[in-house]
């Protein structure tokens, strides 16, 4: 054996402390609160509960041995039940390293790896976590023999990693800010909280907040001005705590290409390293918000097996390249990273007639059925006199949404890559290796493909979250002809 058979760092025993300890803590609380701590020991059905975490976490650690010869990883685990996982070190797709506060303390690290399975529902993700000297020979053990992919230099001193020959970018921090204040992920929501506490504090206005200058100022405004106002205090609460959020996870953002690999850094409270094999790269999606296509920027991933697209809470990652890149310069940098993206093509839109079929819309439904309720309550209610003016702004906004799915509808496809336009107020763009598009098919109603217009779905290798994506009512012509430049 070249590493092993060995136990993870002890600290793996406390990393999910809430979850494996929490309900042992909450006891321990409550009997000190009593003074008598026999509300635990004497209640056995009680102790078994909370106790099964605990234990569980512990006995996990002590029965978990890793090994690593010439050809595999090999992980044994159970105590009672004992279970045998072969990984051939040849299938490994990344190993990707993370710090939280806790492991930066205690110099541990967390190692997550994976492997092709995960184009799979049989996902094969091993986490461990190792002392400093345990994780760098893990790394170089992984990845022996594979030149130029001896990942990045694991000490927090050590700049070694960042000299390393290749082409570098580096995100600047207030690329980070302006990413957090224009994302819109999160602030509709934010929106509508704001919209329902302004909703509370008119009908629900206790005595005292009546009695303030706050109450006052509330009660001569109308009920769209207290929404209004609630909206743009949430926005801007959004938008600073957006900011700040991104700044603090994506903190000393840095990417490395060095020809057989990328290497991406960063990280605040929680430092993230990933090495990922460019070869395993399917292809690239480009995400823009409203706000991003205004100023000409947005989000580059990246799709690979293993990197990304994972369900699991413990071990997900954003499967992120470029926090914040602009579009004219998008295109060059992932034909630098895969010369497959270089070829580009004249993408193909929706003809003009297919303009109404975005229209058939679950959304502009619903929109509309909230209108008709907004009109019923502005003349049945005294109180809600203007809330129909929330139901037009709901249409329009569907409206508008409709307009510009039909305007980012596009697909084109050459020898080398395939790439896809959709969405509305987020637009999302996706570039996959011709190579790697498993396949492709198109479905339409009766009429609409007598019109010859039809929706086309294409297949890629990615994890499964991102492993198929649709354009909307484009030609049938569109399709044949991705069709026919199809390797299979």
């Known amino acids: 054996m070249n590493f092993g058979p060995k136990r993870g760092h002890l600290l793996f025993i406390f ?16 009997g000190l609160m009593k003074g008598d701590m026999s509300v635990i020991t004497q209640n056995i059905p009680l102790l078994i509960i909370v106790l099964v975490g ?7 650690y002590l029965f978990t041995y890793y090994s690593i010869d010439d050809e595999k990883l090999i992980v044994k685990s159970g105590f009672l039940s004992k279970k045998t996982l ?24 967390r190692l997550n790896i994976d492997n092709a399975s995960n184009i799979s529902e049989q996902k094969t993700k091993i986490r461990m976590t190792f002392s400093k000297e345990d994780a760098v020979k893990v790394r170089l053990l992984l990845l022996s023999g594979r030149k130029g992919l001896n990942g990045l230099n694991l000490a927090a001193d050590d700049q070694k990693g960042r000299k390393e020959e290749g082409q570098a970018y580096q995100v600047k921090g207030i690329d980070l800010l302006l990413m957090g204040a224009i994302k819109s992920k999160g602030i509709f929501l934010l929106q509508l909280i704001g919209l329902l506490s302004a909703g509370s504090a008119y009908f629900n206005v206790t005595q005292t907040v009546v009695d303030s200058g706050l109450g006052r100022l509330f009660a001569s405004m109308s009920l769209l001005q207290i929404i209004m106002t609630m909206i743009a205090v949430v926005l801007l609460l959004a938008v600073i705590c957006g900011s700040v959020g991104c700044l603090i996870r994506y903190y000393g953002f840095h990417v490395l290409d060095n020809g057989e690999a990328i290497k991406i850094e960063y990280g605040l409270l929680t430092k993230k390293r990933y090495t990922i094999q ?14 991003m296509r205004w100023i000409g920027m947005g989000t580059l991933h990246l799709f690979a097996i293993g990197y990304g697209g994972s369900g699991d809470e413990e071990s997900s990652e954003d499967p992120i390249l470029f926090p914040l890149i602009k579009t ?14 270089k070829r580009e093509s004249e993408y193909v839109r929706p003809q003009k007639g297919s303009l109404r079929y975005f229209f058939y819309n679950a959304g502009l439904l619903f929109s509309l059925s909230l209108l008709s309720l907004s009109i019923y309550y502005s003349q049945t209610i005294v109180f809600c006199r203007d809330v129909w003016v929330i139901g037009v702004f709901l249409v329009l906004l569907s409206i508008a949404s409709i307009i510009m799915q039909y305007k980012n509808a596009a697909i084109y496809g050459n020898d080398e890559n395939v790439s896809l336009s959709f969405g509305g107020f987020k637009k999302k763009t996706v570039f996959v290796k011709t190579s790697n598009v498993e396949s492709i098919s198109e479905q339409a109603g009766y009429f609409k493909h007598k019109k010859g217009i039809t929706s086309v779905i294409v297949s890629y290798i990615a994890p499964l979250s991102e492993a198929n994506k649709k354009v909307k009512n484009i030609s049938i012509e569109a399709f044949e002809n991705i069709r026919e430049k199809l390797i299979y």
């Not at 605990?54 to 996990?60: C, T």
């Not at 460019?278 to 706000?291: A, R």
């Not at 004219?328 to 630098?336: D, L, N, Q, T, Y």
């Open 278 to 291: 460019k070869k395993k790269i399917s292809g690239f999606s480009y995400e823009q918000s409203l706000f």
């Open 15 to 30: 990393e999910n402390f809430i979850k494996d300890f929490g309900l042992l803590v909450i006891a321990v609380l409550i």
């Open 54 to 60: 605990p234990v569980g976490r512990v006995a996990q």
């Open 328 to 341: 004219a310069p998008m295109r060059r940098v992932i034909g630098e990273i895969l010369p497959e993206m």
């Open 86 to 109: 072969e990984v051939p070190i040849s299938t490994i797709t990344t190993v990707d390293f993370s710090q939280k506060i806790l492991h930066q303390i205690f110099g541990a690290y």
